[in-house]
């Protein structure tokens, strides 16, 4: 074997033909999913505060921001609701005139081909902005799973083409996959939040989508961020009850995980860039203390070498761009 000054490995980094030969990993459009907030309403298009370039729209503004979507390329989209009447268990989530079933029949109209998957989860539909049913100060996990199978159901009746359980629950992807065949709706994946860590990264997208628990925090059903041999027991244990492909998030932090996830099963594996990994980018690229293209390129980069075949991030749009501009 070779070893300097007979070898050399500067030699494959002279020219960026050679490293584009050699490299292992790349990004492309076709990997990402852009997360839309969609609130019930009419003429809204409100920029979020804590991520810049990115909007709650109410349905009937959507249609142009969903072909320039299509438009860039990118594959899919997910949806977050934010509805006009919040309740103890979440009413407006599994209603079928609810925003995001009035959104999912809009997108299908002026985008048949976009992927739209829906997050299925109750926070941003509870009062108490916890993602199940409360009972003295908990979320009661098996009195959840009914309600959320509810709404899992309503997005697909709505036109939605995957669902994606973000909740947290025990058992809700057994009882979503049990619902929607016995619905003969057995050509709908579950992309399930199969390790979904209990995070401060979240905190831009609780202003977004008005989520915040109003009392007490969500460790009592996302995960410890110190725990990786759970997250491997998550998944496994979301695969064996029906899951088409998993999710980790969020990513930056946690792409141990995601070659971990990678390396033990052979689902899909989607990484979810969430909303505070964005706010921190898009914070220091305005005080010009970052090169926002790069950085951007390189933190989702990063996750595809870790092992992710999907990630969702809130760049989608400027990554289509970038990558045309290439
Ligand atoms: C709903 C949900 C959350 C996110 C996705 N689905 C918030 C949470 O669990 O508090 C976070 C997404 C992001 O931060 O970008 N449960």
Known sequence: MAVFPQLRLRRLRRT???????????LHVTDLIY???VE????????IASMPGIFRFSPDQLAGEIEEVAGLGIPAVILFGIPQHKDETGTSAYDDQGVVQQAIRIIKQSAPDLVVVTDVCLCEYTDHGHCGVVVDGHVDNDL??????????SHVEAGADVVAPSDMMDGRVKAIRQALDDADRADIPILAYAAKYASAFYGPFRDAADSVPQFGDRRGYQMDPANVREALREVEQDIKEGADIVIVKPALAYLDVIRRVRDTFNCPVAAYNVSGEYAMVKAAAQQGWLDEQRVTLEALTAMKRAGADII?????????????QR
């Open 16 to 26: 960026e033909s050679l490293r584009s030969m050699v490299r292992e990993s790349e």
């Open 35 to 37: 997360p839309m907030f």
């Open 40 to 47: 019930d309403g009419s003429r809204i298009r409100q920029e």
């Open 144 to 153: 959840t799973l009914p309600l959320l199978v509810k709404t899992a159901l």
């Open 312 to 324: 969702l991030t809130y760049h989608a749009k400027d990554v289509a761009r970038w990558l045309q």
